[in-house]
């Protein structure tokens, strides 16, 4: 063989062998309801449990992200167009919305939910052990423990009668989670004011209502949403000079006073190792949907203190996080 041909046969190999390297690196699709910005704390929660299964980002796995960047209504399309992509699993985190809609997108690819609420309730699967099909995850105790939420600030308010609550009404858990917040407000004798907002321009004005109604404080529901705005929420909350709780860390660590949820970054982590597994191989249906039973109460003294809140010693006894 001349040198010339040599020269070609090996390049033209080369050339050849390039791309399949390439294709060789399995796709993971990740939809997320936000932005990179408000993500940041589960993807490195997330990229944790990847590596935990022998995945780094770039070196053996690639990743292709989809943000609905709050609009909740481009879910879907975003779901279709990475289901339409060739990738070898489906990562929805972030909420009942997302899982349904990448379940909608795809009933072939494997898709690994995160979510609070019960899966089996709002349709996402059939059986927590036996999920089957071509969905499998992780879910928190977020949405359960809404009503604890109101029971911690009639314990911190306990000369106040008159509580707000808010509820996002676009969330799929929005309504079992109100029925739950009334029958507590029921066993505790206190009187609800129910405030809906499912923009960031209603905000100001639910914390003005608080005010006008004389309530004694302000129980975020669990959503997702409201999740990713803690820094806004607490500012305002600071500002108006109301005693609020969400279910996020992030709410105290930005100056709100407390917080009492799910651990984030666990069912992210758990994410993380679920997709790992599935491109080793293993099957969806084969894996039982994980419940995060960890749940955690942040405290905020500082913010407490600026209230001129003292709070009860059996709460602070068993926080988990006390912010000085």
């Known amino acids: 063989m001349r040198r010339r041909d040599f020269i070609a046969l090996v390049g033209s190999a080369m050339a050849w062998m390039t791309p399949a390297g390439a294709q060789t690196m399995p796709v993971i699709g990740y939809l997320g309801s936000e932005t990179p910005e408000r993500y940041s704390s589960r993807l490195n929660a997330f990229r944790s449990g990847l ?127 109100l029925k739950n917040l009334r029958a507590a407000a029921d066993s505790l004798g206190v009187e609800l004011v129910v405030l809906k907002a499912s923009n960031e321009q209603e905000f100001d004005n639910m914390f003005t209502t608080v005010h006008e109604t004389h309530a004694g404080g302000l129980v975020f529901s669990s959503d997702p949403y409201f999740a990713y705005r803690s820094q806004q929420l607490a500012a305002l909350a600071v500002r108006h000079a109301v005693p609020a709780m969400t279910q996020s860390r992030d709410f105290p660590l930005a100056g709100g006073l407390m917080s009492y949820g799910g651990d984030f970054a666990q069912s992210h982590r758990h994410t993380g190792i679920y997709a790992g597994r599935i491109l080793k191989g293993e099957k969806p249906a084969d894996l039982p949907v994980q419940r995060v039973t960890k749940v955690e109460l942040f405290i905020n003294l500082k913010s407490a203190n600026a209230l001129g809140i003292s709070l009860p010693p059996s709460i602070l006894s068993s926080a988990d996080g006390v912010i000085e």
């Open 51 to 177: 590596a935990e299964a022998g995945y780094a980002e770039g070196r053996n796995v690639a990743i292709e992200f989809r943000w609905a960047e709050g609009q909740y209504s481009r879910l879907p399309a975003l779901a279709t167009d990475l289901a339409s992509r060739q990738i070898n699993v489906l990562v929805a985190a972030g909420g009942a919305e997302v899982a349904l809609a990448a379940k909608s997108a795809t009933a072939t690819i494997p898709i690994v939910f995160e979510m609070g609420g019960d899966p089996i309730a709002l349709g996402v699967v059939d059986s927590l052990s036996r999920p089957g099909g071509n969905l499998t995850g992780v879910s928190s105790l977020s949405v359960e423990v809404s009503r604890k939420r109101l029971e911690f600030m009639r314990e911190v308010r306990p000369g106040t009668n008159v509580f707000a609550v808010a509820i996002n009404p676009t969330s799929p858990t929005s309504h079992s989670q």
